[in-house]
């Protein structure tokens, strides 16, 4: 009809509500101990074994977390912030090539404390849709600020990329989980990975 208002489609998304106490509780307990068992067992733990623990049933821990790169993405939280903060507290250092490299040592050393989180890390990366490129892409972000610091800086070739290093900080991270009679291998890998990025700069 002739001077009628069109209706507006909202596509905006509810905001989403509050959790109650008791599944507030629930969450807390069920990262607690996952956090308690990924880092005794590895990331593969039975999360059956993680749900009577936290004194849930199965379907409770499902609720809160469809599955397991949902769990691991929540219990990576805490090393996610500390990594970002570092991030940060790197982006102003005098030797931008060694911050960059300091940072991805950073990484290493979070993701050695949980067996498992490495490769799923790196598997993360390849795929968008996983819970846990929650924790990829806020690391890409800021490790790609670090590089092009120290690109700009001169002190690291033009063609490396953030992705390329992301990999191989997570490659180096799985080394080092397989190698547990050799506590230095990480520190000699990111000694090379040091060299690597400034080699063709100074040659």
């Known amino acids: 009809m002739a001077g009628a208002i069109p209706m507006e489609t909202s596509t905006a998304q509810p905001p989403a509500r ?4 008791d599944a507030r509780r629930n969450h807390d307990r069920l990262v607690g101990e996952a956090r308690r068992s990924f ?8 999360l059956e074994d993680i749900a009577r623990r936290a004194g849930v049933g199965i379907g409770t821990l499902y609720r809160h977390f469809p599955n397991r790169d949902a769990l691991m993405n929540a219990v990576f939280q805490d090393a996610l ?3 970002l903060e570092r991030s940060r507290e790197l982006a102003a250092a005098e030797a931008p090539c060694r911050a960059l490299v300091d940072w991805l040592g950073a990484i290493v050393t ?3 404390e949980y067996r498992g989180l490495a490769h799923g890390l ?10 846990l490129a929650q924790c ?9 600020g670090l590089l092009c610091r120290a690109q700009e800086s001169g002190s690291v070739r033009a063609d490396v990329s953030i992705d390329d290093l992301l990999q191989l900080t997570n490659a180096i991270a799985l080394a080092a989980e ?3 009679d050799d506590p230095e291998l990480a520190e000699r890998l990111l000694r090379l990975t040091l060299r690597g990025l400034k080699q063709q700069a100074e040659g």
């Not at 790196?122 to 819970?131: E, H, L």
Request: overall charge positive; charged content about 20%.
């Open 110 to 112: 979070h993701a050695g």
């Open 178 to 180: 397989q190698s547990p």
């Open 39 to 46: 880092a005794e067992h590895g990331t593969d733990a039975s």
């Open 122 to 131: 790196m598997s993360a990366s390849r795929n968008g849709t996983s819970a």
């Open 136 to 144: 990829h892409l806020p690391l890409r972000e800021a490790g790609a």
């Open 18 to 21: 509050p959790m109650r106490a």
């Open 81 to 83: 912030r500390s990594l």
